[in-house]
């Protein structure tokens, strides 16, 4: 932890509690924003008014990009011990019934996809895969993490009031347990409170997209007897299509334990008091098709789909992330995913101005990248499900997205404005298909590379600090020490090559300058969140100016 941080505080107001930092939300993305935080050093206070990490099992798919986040802050492998009971499932597979119906004849199943990397190809693209985690096991292990690097995570504990000023956010919290009332002083305050954020509506943001698309409610049931039926069909989500009694059944241990989403029409005058037991049960077996299943309902819980985004990512010192900034359809999980993706990058951008080696501009560029991946992403979720039919998914409403690939949406999303230098302007959020270009505003490659004898991804080079990669023997590395340590920035300079002067040596085959756009000559400036800066193709005359200007450009630092 850095001590230092305690003197970026305002002082001038009253409190019984100052950080730098009040987090509102301790679900997934607000348990993230914490952990991205303390790995940069940056005290906090999160706040979260229900007494514990989430307990039913939702949101479960954490796609590659979320988890080259989560390998770089060290946690992907407690992740994938916490799901590795479903590490086998893959696909969702749509069908009538699970058994042919009561009648006995066959009825058609059909695999919307079986495999995530058919072909295999993700490797080459990524070091990491997907991984199936559901909140209830992935938040424990977050909250696990950032609590081992001291950070102050307060559950029963709801946010009451806030105003902000100049110079901070002054808020007061409460003890659901005792009562107590304690005012906390922070520079900045992020919303990660749901989506029906407390906080949006306060400061008035309002919303826009086509609004709600289906309602479930899901129901957490234990049966001894359905994996019987459904046998070696290791399926993510089993679509369940018969008139009357569809819905989305999920594995939850692939034994007994299981969730079923049965679709919900509130509109017209349906409430869930009439989801009762016996309706469940009933409304099960006939969408599994086996009349005498045994089932136990043990949870209900409602939810809404919605494609909605905030006009505003932020107001003074106030952030909004995750839920509270948008909603998609569920199909591919992207919303959860996209709130992983929006604490990472609000994470690093918050500690660069803490840590006084930034200006407070550069958190301006935190809607200006996200909201526009939100927008696009979202499209695309909703696209998806009217694909896939999703149980209760209205065909009154029509998707203004294309369902593109899943690859292209999850990482060939870019930033074509925002802490970018040199990015076309014109180019899409998310690309009608991948291409991994390393250009400005871009995802930074993933190439293997030996350090010190150890085996390493260019990605895991990205977390705390900017980094610039350049050819071994170049004038690059000590131009961009000198214009670093001129401007106060932290900066990790690496030379590629196999010579005596490399730092990183790529494996055999791998081409570092072709893969990153650039030259032997040249250099690449990476963020810490793994995007790309600015590149230099090759020579210039003065390079210590470029990676000035770069860094200056980036950081919004004044102009020397």
């Not at 077996?285 to 409602?302: H, N, S």
């Not at 030379?495 to 055999?508: H, K, S």
Request: with cysteine.
């Amino acid at each position: 932890m850095n001590a230092d941080l305690a003197d970026h505080t305002d002082q001038s107001a009253p409190a019984d509690h100052r950080v730098p930092v009040l987090i509102v939300g301790g679900s997934l993305v607000g348990l993230s924003t914490s952990m991205f935080l303390s790995r940069h050093g940056v005290r906090h206070l999160l706040v979260e008014k229900h007494s514990g990490v989430s307990t039913h099992p939702r949101g479960r798919g954490i796609n590659v990009r979320s988890m080259e986040l989560l390998r770089r802050a060290g946690v992907e492998d407690a992740i994938r011990d916490a799901a590795a009971v479903l590490a086998e499932n893959h696909g969702i597979l749509q069908a009538a019934s699970l058994t042919g119906g009561p009648d006995g004849t066959g009825e058609e199943q059909e695999w919307l996809f079986k495999e995530i990397d058919p072909g295999g190809g993700l490797a080459r693209l990524s070091p990491t895969t997907w991984c199936l985690c559901s909140q209830n096991d992935i938040e424990p292990v977050l909250a696990e993490t950032t609590r081992s690097y001291g950070a102050d995570l307060r559950f029963a504990t709801e946010l009451l009031s806030f105003e902000q000023d100049a110079r901070g956010v002054s808020a007061v919290v409460k003890d659901r347990t005792t009562g107590e009332h304690t005012s906390v002083r922070a520079d900045y305050l992020v919303a990660a409170d749901g989506p029906r954020s407390p906080v949006r509506e306060q400061l008035r943001i309002g919303q826009s997209g086509h609004g709600e698309l289906f309602h479930n409610v899901s129901l957490t049931f234990t049966s001894r007897s359905l994996a019987a039926i459904v046998g070696e069909r290791r399926f993510i989500v089993c679509y369940l299509t018969r008139p009357g009694a569809d819905g989305a059944l999920l594995p939850v241990d692939n034994g007994e334990r299981w969730v079923f989403h049965a679709p919900w029409h509130p509109e017209h005058g349906e409430t869930l008091d009439d989801f009762t037991d016996e309706r469940c049960r009933d409304h099960i077996r006939r969408a599994v098709g086996a009349p005498g299943l045994d089932v136990e309902i043990t949870g209900k819980a409602p939810w809404h789909a919605a494609e909605r985004v905030a006009r505003r990512y932020s107001v003074g010192r106030v952030f909004l992330a995750g839920d509270s900034a948008h909603e998609m359809s569920p199909t591919g999980a992207f919303g959860s995913n996209t709130g992983i993706q929006d604490a990472h990058n609000l994470a690093w951008k918050l500690a660069a101005v803490s840590n006084g080696w930034a200006g407070p501009g550069l958190l301006d560029s935190y809607g200006e990248e996200r909201q526009p991946v939100a927008r696009a992403t979202g499209e695309r979720a909703s696209a998806r499900s009217a694909e896939h039919s999703h149980p209760g998914y209205s065909p009154a409403v029509t998707p203004t997205g294309r369902p593109g690939g899943i690859l292209t949406v999850v990482m060939g999303y870019g930033y074509p404005r925002g802490a970018v230098l040199g990015a076309e302007p014109t180019r899409p959020v998310v690309p009608d298909r991948l291409e991994l270009t390393a250009e400005p505003g871009t995802r930074a490659p993933h190439l293997w590379l030996m350090r010190d004898g150890a085996r390493i991804s260019t990605l895991d080079l990205y977390e705390r600090v900017p980094v610039l990669l350049c050819g071994e023997g170049s004038v690059w590395r000590d131009a961009a020490h000198k214009a670093a340590a001129r401007l106060s920035v932290p900066l990790e300079v690496y030379a590629v090559g196999d010579g005596p002067l490399g730092d990183l040596v790529p494996e055999e085959g791998a081409d570092w300058t072709g893969t990153h756009g650039t030259s032997a000559e040249g250099a690449v400036l990476v963020r810490p969140d793994g995007f790309v800066a600015w590149r230099s193709p090759g020579y210039v005359p003065d390079p210590e100016a470029a990676v000035e200007h770069a860094l200056t450009h980036l950081l919004h630092l004044p102009p020397r």
